[in-house]
C-alpha cells in the first residue's frame, strides 16, 4: 500500500464525494425505478452521467495513492475506456437512449473520460506494471464470473442449449452480437458500482480503522439493500444471489487488492449467458 498521512481537510471533501455516490446509488436509484416509468430514461441518464463524474472525480482527488483504494492500472483503463465506449454500443444498436453517443449524455461521458485521462496525464501520473499475479487474479474473477452466471440463470442456460432452433442459426453473427452485449455490461454496473463499494467506501473505512473482515460484510450488506427494488419481483436474486455476488466481489477485491477482477466478475454476471450458450454450442457440436 502506498498511504500516506491523512490531511483531514482533504478527507473530509473525499467523504463528501463518497456520500454523493452512495445517495445517488440507493436513495436516488430506487426512487427513479419505483416511480418513474420504464420508458423515462432521464433519470437513470442523470444518475449514470453523474456516477462516473464523482468517481473520476475521487480517482484524481485520490491520484497519489490509488492502490489504497483498489484501483490498479487494470481497473483503471477499464473504468477510462468501457464507459464511453458503452455510448457507441447504444449507437451500434440504434437504441434511443439518452447515453447513446452523440447525444449530450452520452458526450458528457465521453468528456468525463478523456478530461480525467488528460488531468492524470499533465499531472505525471505514471501507470504501474501489470504483473503476471495481477493477470491471474483477472483470470479468477473471469472464472468467478462465469461459474456464478451459469449458476444464476441456469434454467434459461439448460434451455437455450436444448433450443433446436439455435442449430440453424449463423454462430457467427450470435457470437459478434453476444460478445458485444458482454462488452456493454462490463462498461455498465460494473463501474458504477465496483468503484464505489469496493474501491472507495473499502478503502475510506479502512482509513477509519475498520477490521477488513468487517468491511467485506458491510459493503455486502448495502451493496444488497442497494438493490431492494428486485425483493418482491425477484426474491431468490435479492436474498441469494445478490449478497453472495457482492461477497464474491469483495472477496476478489479484498485478497487481489484491485478492483479488476471484481469488474470483470460483475460484468460476466450480468451479461456473459447468452455469448456462453453460444460457446457452449459450439463445443458440443
Known amino acids: 500500500m502506498n498511504s500516506k498521512p491523512i490531511n483531514k481537510s482533504h478527507q473530509q471533501i473525499a467523504w463528501l464525494i463518497l456520500v454523493l455516490l452512495l445517495c445517488l446509488r440507493i436513495p436516488f436509484t430506487i426512487t427513479i425505478i419505483y416511480f418513474l416509468p420504464i420508458e423515462n430514461q432521464i433519470g437513470g441518464a442523470i444518475y449514470e452521467t453523474s456516477t462516473y463524474f464523482l468517481i473520476a472525480a475521487l480517482i484524481w482527488w485520490e491520484r497519489d ?6 484501483i490498479d492500472t487494470s481497473a483503471l483503463l477499464i473504468i477510462i475506456t468501457l464507459r464511453p465506449f458503452q455510448t457507441l454500443i447504444l ?23 478523456i478530461g480525467l485521462s488528460l488531468l492524470l496525464w499533465q499531472s505525471g501520473f505514471k501507470l504501474t506494471r501489470i504483473s503476471f499475479q495481477s493477470l491471474g487474479w483477472l483470470a479468477l474473477g473471469i472464472a468467478a464470473g462465469i461459474c456464478v452466471s451459469i449458476g444464476e440463470n441456469a434454467k434459461t ?31 455498465f454496473a460494473p463501474i458504477n458500482e465496483e468503484p464505489l463499494f469496493r474501491g472507495f467506501l473499502w478503502g475510506y473505512l479502512r482509513q477509519s480503522k475498520w477490521h477488513e473482515s468487517s468491511i467485506w460484510i458491510f459493503q455486502a450488506v448495502i451493496f444488497t439493500f442497494a438493490h431492494v427494488y428486485f425483493a418482491r419481483q425477484f426474491p431468490l436474486m435479492f436474498w441469494v444471489y445478490i449478497p453472495g455476488a457482492a461477497l464474491i466481489f469483495g472477496l476478489l477485491a479484498w485478497r487481489s487488492r484491485s478492483i479488476a477482477p471484481a469488474l470483470l466478475a460483475h460484468g460476466l454476471i450480468n451479461g456473459s449467458v447468452y455469448l456462453l450458450v453460444v460457446i457452449t454450442f459450439r463445443i458440443l457440436s
Open 65 to 70: 495513492q490509488l492502490l489504497d483504494f483498489h
Open 91 to 113: 449507437n451500434y444498436w440504434k437504441v434511443d437512449s439518452p447515453l447513446a453517443f452523440p447525444k449530450p449524455f452520452g458526450l458528457t461521458l465521453w468528456g468525463i473520460s
Open 157 to 187: 442456460f439448460a434451455s437455450m442449449i436444448s433450443d433446436t432452433h439455435i442449430s440453424s442459426t449463423p454462430l457467427l453473427p450470435v457470437f459478434y452480437s453476444t460478445s458485444l452485449n458482454l462488452v456493454y455490461h462490463l462498461g
